[in-house]
T-cell receptor, first 111, second 115 residues
Framework: NAGVTQTPKFQVLKTGQSMTLQCAQDMNHNSMYWYRQDPGMGLRLIYYSASEGTTDKGEVPNGYNVSRLNKREFSLRLESAAPSQTSVYFC??????????FGEGSWLTVV | AQSVAQPEDQVNVAEGNPLTVKCTYSVSGNPYLFWYVQYPNRGLQFLLKYITGDNLVKGSYGFEAEFNKSQTSFHLKKPSALVSDSALYFCAVRDNVKGYSTLTFGKGTMLLVSP
């Protein structure tokens, strides 16, 4: 009963390094999301994908890129990490417009 | 755009007492409202949602929420709190931005249940 799986769970990056967060869902959902969570700010949408082959910017897209590889997978890439991108990242999926289901999170620290 | 407000950063309650976590919303049109819970170092877990129908919605782990249209509120409640209910709770409203559906979250309320 996997649901939404994201990797890695923890990562430390140096400023300027790049990395990709991987996400896969096994619920056959069309919609997938990447959010970031920062203390006192709730969750903010980075990017959204309504279906395979489509992506849209959310509230805070700067510094990120995404790829909807297929219906199951939606990756988030940091091309040149900055300390301001230290955060907890959550991948999610849904059969819009209803309940969104979240992964367990990826804790990213940029030093 | 839609928005939600959780006016309390933290709620403290003794085990066995009833608990309420407050949420108010601002939407255009009919609201779709959600509650999620987050335990330490974990993802968000869906608790319950209001789409339409009965104003009292029952969800997971004994939680319920009352939708009040006139007060634009969707407060989370539980008759008898458990220490294990201690967690971060988020209220959210469905939002349609650029033609797609996502959730707009409140800032979260930390619930601490003391033994």
């Amino acid at each position: 009963n996997a649901g939404v799986t994201q990797t890695p769970k923890f990562q430390v990056l140096k400023t300027g390094q790049s990395m990709t967060l991987q996400c896969a869902q096994d619920m056959n959902h069309n919609s997938m999301y990447w959010y970031r969570q920062d203390p006192g700010m709730g969750l903010r949408l980075i990017y959204y994908s309504a279906s395979e082959g489509t992506t849209d910017k959310g509230e805070v897209p700067n510094g990120y890129n995404v790829s909807r590889l297929n219906k199951r997978e939606f990756s988030l890439r940091l091309e040149s990490a900055a300390p301001s991108q230290t955060s907890v990242y959550f991948c999610a999926s849904s059969e819009a417009p209803y309940t969104i289901y979240f992964g367990e999170g990826s804790w990213l620290t940029v030093v | 755009a839609q928005s939600v407000a959780q006016p309390e950063d933290q709620v403290n309650v003794a085990e066995g007492n009833p608990l309420t976590v407050k949420c108010t919303y601002s939407v255009s049109g009919n609201p779709y409202l959600f509650w999620y819970v987050q335990y330490p170092n974990r993802g968000l877990q869906f608790l319950l949602k209001y789409i339409t129908g009965d104003n009292l919605v029952k969800g997971s782990y004994g939680f319920e929420a009352e939708f009040n249209k006139s007060q634009t509120s969707f407060h989370l409640k539980k008759p008898s709190a458990l220490v294990s209910d201690s967690a971060l709770y988020f209220c959210a409203v469905r939002d349609n931005v650029k033609g797609y559906s996502t959730l707009t979250f409140g800032k979260g309320t930390m619930l601490l249940v003391s033994p």
